[in-house]
C-alpha cells in the first residue's frame, strides 16, 4: 500500500509568491493534518481537515489556506510569500483522526 | 494548553550503549502519546505510541517507552543502540477532545549521536 504522498519534494519560490502544496492519504484514511517544521524545531499544527471539513486551524495567519477534495487529498496555499515561510511542510493522514502517519514533506525554500 | 517538553536537545551515545530520552507533557485529560523519529531531510516514523492500558509500550526497532502518570512523563528507551539509531527524536501528545480535536503538539526533539 502507498503511504502518505507529498508533491513537490522541493520547491524554491520568490518572495511574495503563493505556492501550492499536495498530499495524497492512505487509501482509506479520512483525516488529513498539515504541519510546518522550521529547521531546529518540531513540527507546528496548521490545519486538520476531517471529511472535507476544517477540523482545527493552528495559529499561521490567513496567508495560509487549506482545502480537502472528496477523494480526500488536500492542497496547502501560502500566499504573499515570506522568507519565514522557508520550511519542510509535512502533511499526515488518519482514519479516525488520531494516530498519524507522516509523508517526506515538501522542503519549501523562500528567497 | 498542551505541551510537551523533552530536556535534551543532543545526546550522545556509543554503540551497544542503552538509551533513555526524556519527555515530560501537560495536558489536562488522559494523554495520547506518541513517539516519532526523524532522519534527516526526511518525514517522521511513528515508533510508538500509548492510548491507555499497560502503561510500558513496545514499538518498532526495540524501541519502549513507559508512561508515569504521577511524573507526566513519556520516556523513551533502548537497551542496545545501534549506529542506525542516529536521529531526531520527537515525543508528542494529541488533542482527543474539544477544538482542534487531532492537533499534535511536538516537542522541540532531541538529536541522537551515536559513536563507534
Not at chain 1, 499561521?60 to 519565514?84: H, I, K
Amino acid at each position: 500500500d502507498a503511504g502518505v504522498t507529498q508533491s513537490p519534494t522541493h520547491l524554491i519560490k520568490t518572495r511574495g509568491q503563493q505556492v501550492t502544496l499536495r498530499c495524497s492519504p492512505i487509501s482509506g484514511h479520512k483525516s488529513v493534518s498539515w504541519y510546518q517544521q522550521v529547521l531546529g524545531q518540531g513540527p507546528q499544527f496548521i490545519f486538520q481537515y476531517y471529511e472535507k471539513e476544517e477540523r482545527g486551524r493552528g495559529n499561521f495567519p490567513d496567508r495560509f489556506s487549506a482545502r480537502q477534495f472528496p477523494n480526500y487529498s488536500s492542497e496547502l496555499n501560502v500566499n504573499a510569500l515570506l522568507l519565514g515561510d522557508s520550511a519542510l511542510y509535512l502533511c499526515a493522514s488518519s482514519f479516525e483522526g488520531i494516530g498519524y502517519t507522516f509523508g517526506s514533506g515538501t522542503r519549501l525554500t523562500v528567497v | 494548553a498542551q505541551s510537551v517538553t523533552q530536556p535534551d536537545i543532543h545526546i550522545t551515545v556509543s554503540e551497544g550503549a542503552s538509551l533513555e530520552l526524556r519527555c515530560n507533557y501537560s495536558y489536562g485529560a488522559t494523554p495520547y502519546l506518541f513517539w516519532y523519529v526523524q532522519s534527516p531531510g526526511q518525514g517522521l516514523q511513528l515508533l510508538l505510541k500509548y492510548f491507555s492500558g499497560d502503561t510500558l509500550v513496545q514499538g518498532i526497532k526495540g524501541f519502549e517507552a513507559e508512561f508515569k502518570r504521577s511524573q507526566s512523563s513519556f520516556n523513551l528507551r533502548k537497551p542496545s543502540v545501534h549506529w542506525s539509531d542516529a536521529a531526531e527524536y520527537f515525543c508528542a501528545v494529541v488533542n482527543a477532545g474539544g477544538t482542534s480535536y487531532g492537533k499534535l503538539t511536538f516537542g522541540q526533539g532531541t538529536i541522537l549521536t551515536v559513536h563507534p
